[in-house]
């Protein structure tokens, strides 16, 4: 019998999916509270006198995880997802003890290498699909976007308040003792999958690789992940040090300014993503948001003097991270062919983790062989050249994706089937995997034939 979509999430599902992204919130969070202190800390220790330096131990956890995030992922098919997991937070937590014995910058850069190379973010997302059904898999990838989103915030208030109690080396082990602990969650906590198989909406599949890579519209999202998070790692670089040089505030206090700063970026999110996607306005809001990213990074290479100036231009930054975090992942959703989400989204976060990379260390050699503001001057450039590419975006389709189960079918029937559901009144795109079970669809934001779906799938074809 086919499950509606209406059906709630069972017990199983929603412990699963809570504890998953637990999980990814005790890693994140020794990722996140380490990037408001690391530079002031390294900035005392031997090497630390090179802008560069700092800037590649702020941005190689992103190199390792940009190489390693898919391979992670379809090695958990093999091998089993938990395992895979293991490793990976293992992995995680030796990086931050190696960081945390660091007494000069290379160390330091040697444990954010290894920390990078615990690279489980697409294994922890295989899991959460072999734990959820078809209909409620996109709720519980919702409920660990927006526990990272959180993340985020809440590290970024906590970091300096952190290490002001146990200093950046204590902040380090902590994040390794973090790890042990989503270690200990998903043995204890996240249920074992009955089966594990390839999910395409949650999974890179291999041979769609090359045809993401040759979609312009995905490159144009690529594109902008990577300077989204290029230019979040490269502010970083300066920003800390800023605070202190020119408002005279120590870094303990520095979570004085992220958290007003973070509250007034994520308020000023809600109505924007409301109209949106209630709307149908996603191109004028998400075009906005470039804009003000290229506005307040280049703002910010004038005001790098001016207190005041900083304050403000560091929440209009945010306003449009948060922004562009949060519609940019729906935005690859919409534009993805049926059937190729995940592997659209593999690829898009490998985009993300290079950005990071280069982000740090690009800004770490212009603040030191330019200045400081050349930093968010090439920041600015990025963002320009994302906002051109933004505006020449077809129209977005007012579509959204639809998992329907169809129980294991052969090749042909899924063929016949998937020609069917295409016919369906509201129904723009159809792709049925009959090894996996699913039907992948896109359809109308406003309406389409679903119980027609479910009676062609009861039926069989």
Wanted: with cysteine; hydrophobic share 55%; net charge positive.
């Amino acid at each position: 019998m086919t499950v509606h979509a209406t059906d709630k999430m069972s017990k199983a599902e929603l412990r699963a999916t809570v504890s998953l992204a637990l999980v990814f919130t005790l890693r994140m969070f020794g990722m996140f509270s380490i990037l408001p202190v690391l530079a002031l800390y390294a900035k005392g220790l031997p090497g630390g006198d090179s802008p560069l330096l700092i800037g590649v131990a702020l941005g190689i956890d992103g190199l390792a995880q940009a190489a390693l995030q898919i391979p992670f992922g379809l090695m958990s098919d093999r091998y089993g997802r938990k395992r895979m997991i293991y490793i990976g937070l293992i992995l995680f937590a030796l990086g931050s003890f190696i960081a945390a014995s660091g007494t000069d910058i290379y160390v330091i850069i040697l444990g954010r290498l290894v920390q990078g190379t615990g690279a489980v973010s697409a294994a922890i997302i295989a899991l959460t699909a072999d734990l959820t059904r078809e209909e409620h898999r996109a709720k519980g990838m919702a409920l660990i976007g927006m526990s990272i989103g959180a993340t985020f915030g809440i590290s970024l208030v906590l970091g300096p308040a952190l290490n002001h109690l146990i200093g950046v080396a204590g902040l380090f082990a902590l994040t390794g003792v973090l790890a042990f602990v989503a270690m200990g969650v998903i043995r204890f906590v996240v249920p074992d999958p009955q089966v594990s198989r390839v999910h395409a909406d949650a999974e890179t599949i291999p041979g769609q690789i090359a045809t993401m890579l040759r979609n312009s519209e995905l490159q144009r999202l690529n594109f902008g992940i990577f300077s989204l998070h290029a230019a979040m790692r490269g502010l970083f670089m300066v920003i800390p040090l800023v605070l202190v040089q020119v408002g005279g505030l120590p870094g303990s206090e520095h979570w004085k300014v992220y958290l007003p700063v973070m509250a007034v970026s994520f308020i000023a999110v809600i109505p924007a993503i409301i109209v949106a996607e209630k709307y149908g306005r996603m191109k004028l809001v998400f075009c906005g948001a470039v804009a003000l990213l290229c506005l307040s990074t280049l703002l910010m290479a004038v005001f790098l003097g001016n207190f005041v100036g900083v304050i403000v231009t560091l929440s209009m930054f945010f306003i449009a991270f948060n922004l562009l975090k949060a519609t940019l992942p729906s935005l690859v959703s919409k534009i993805a062919p049926a059937g190729s989400k995940g592997t659209a989204l593999g690829v898009y976060n490998s985009f993300q983790f290079f950005g990071l990379f280069l982000g740090g260390t690009l800004g770490g050699f212009l603040a030191q062989h330019v200045g400081n503001a050349a930093v968010f001057v090439f920041s600015a450039g990025l963002a320009l050249a994302w906002l051109m590419l933004a505006l020449s975006m077809q129209p977005l389709p007012a579509i959204r994706s639809q998992l329907l189960h169809v129980g294991e079918i052969d090749d042909e029937r899924a063929r016949r089937l998937s020609a069917a559901l295409a016919k369906i009144s509201g129904v723009t795109e159809a792709v049925v995997i009959g090894a996996e079970g699913v039907a992948y669809l896109k359809v109308s934001m406003h309406g389409w034939d679903e119980r027609s779906a479910h009676n062609l799938i009861e039926k069989g074809v």
